[in-house]
Every structure is written in C-alpha cells, then in structure tokens.
C-alpha cells in the first residue's frame, strides 16, 4: 500500500529588503497598528503617510510630490512602498539610489527620465467583440499540409459554445482551429474566441463536468448573457 504523508507549509523566504511590506498597516481609523501590514514601529510617519493616501485617492496629490527626509536606515523606502501597496497592486514603484544615477556613459538626465518613465502607469482599455460558452461540441476537420502531404493539420473545425440563455454553432477556420487543438481544449472547456483576430483563450473548466478533484485547470461557472458580447480588457503597463 503506497504511504501518503503530508507536507506542513514551508515558511515563506524573503525575496528583498522590502518584499515583506504589504501595507502601511493602518486601522480602520486611520491609526498606525504596532506591527501590522509588515512594518515595525514608525507610528507617527505611517500615519503621515495614511493621510499622504488618503489625499493622492482624492486626487488632491495631482502634479505634486512627496517628499521623505530622514537618517539612513529608518524606514524611508519602505514606507514609500507601503504607500503605493496602498494605492493598489498594480501602483509602479521604482526604487534607485544615488550611485545608479551617475555613469560615465549615460547622463543623469537620462537616468531620471527613465526612471520616471517606469513609474507611470497607465491602463488601456479595450472593447473587444467575443464570443464566449462552455464548448458542447467540438468537430475538427484534419487535412494534409501544403508543405508535407504524410502530415495531417487541422483545416477547419465546428464548435458549440452554450451559455445559461443560448446556444451557438460556429465554424471556424485553420488558424482558430490549430489553437484549439494546440490547447487541448475538449466538451465541458470554457473558452474565449475574439471575434476580430480569432485569438483563443482558454478560461477553466466548466462546473459539474466532472474532471480531477485536483488539477492545474480552474473550475469556473457557465457564462452568462448571449454567446457573443462585448467585454472591456483592462491593461495595466508603464
């Protein structure tokens, strides 16, 4: 009989100086905790940098800077960070110090002009045709390729994809089909198919379709609303 023996979590390693800060650890009121959100002591400054939060959220901070002044070694960068995990998960924060700016081969203009470029972020919003569902049915079409007759690829296919109001029958043609096959995507797979390139995302599997009771694929629930639609993707880069 094989022995199954179960492995307790493994304490999490420090990646840098600062990877452990997740906050500014505030309460509810706005007061710094003792030790709370990975900072340590500094109650007055991470209040100061609460209040910094609260005004930059209401777009009083727009055009300006803050500025943190101390001794090496209290704190300073860490509560910069603390204030842009507050901000959001996606906020850029860059770090430098004052020996990255000067080189013999690069100007120190051109150091902080970069430097500022990677913290600005900026989200592009797209609205794209899709069409979306559980795939009921899949028939893909095999043919010999142009290059090597003995070499079957896919050349068409017809898909079914369903949602809790309608069902729809597609047939798509080689490109959108060789994706299929190439991300092994079979009955009871929620997928995405972009109606103006014919990209194929693969979402998770379908609730109640049976599978593993562990797996790498997620189990997602049936789409809802038309099979077609649109959806608005949201970029975040710098």
């Known amino acids: 009989m094989p022995e199954i023996e179960e492995i307790g979590p493994r304490r999490v390693e420090r990646v840098g ?10 309460d509810e009121n706005m007061k710094a905790l003792p030790v709370g959100d990975g900072l340590v002591g500094q109650l007055r400054a991470r209040e100061a940098a609460g209040l910094v939060v609260q005004m930059a959220r209401e777009g009083k901070l727009s055009g300006k800077a803050v500025l943190l002044a101390g001794p090496p070694g209290t704190g300073k960068t860490a509560i910069a960070l603390g204030i842009a ?11 430098m110090s004052g020996s990255e700016i000067y080189s013999a081969e690069r100007k120190k203009t051109e150091v902080l002009m970069e430097a500022m470029r990677k913290a600005i972020g900026v989200r592009l919003k ?25 070499v079957k ?11 809790d109001e309608e069902e729809k029958t597609l047939k798509v043609g ?21 109606a103006e390139s014919g990209r194929v995302s693969k979402i998770g599997r379908a609730e109640g379709r049976g599978g593993y009771d562990v797996d790498a694929v997620r189990t997602v629930s049936r789409p ?5 639609k649109e959806r608005e993707f949201v970029y975040t880069m710098t």
């Open 153 to 163: 690829v896919p050349q068409s296919a017809v898909i079914s994809l369903k949602t």
């Open 224 to 228: 809802t609303g038309p099979v077609l």
């Open 126 to 150: 797209d609205v794209r045709r899709v069409y979306e569902g559980e795939v009921t049915s899949l028939d893909v079409k095999m043919g010999s390729s142009p290059f090597n007759p003995f």
């Open 17 to 26: 100086a600062h990877s452990h800060v997740r906050g500014l650890g505030l």
């Open 174 to 194: 080689p490109n959108v089909a060789q994706q299929l096959v190439e991300m092994g995507v079979e009955e009871g797979d929620v997928i995405m198919i972009d």
């Open 85 to 95: 995990r507050e901000l959001g998960e996606d906020v850029p924060f860059i770090q």
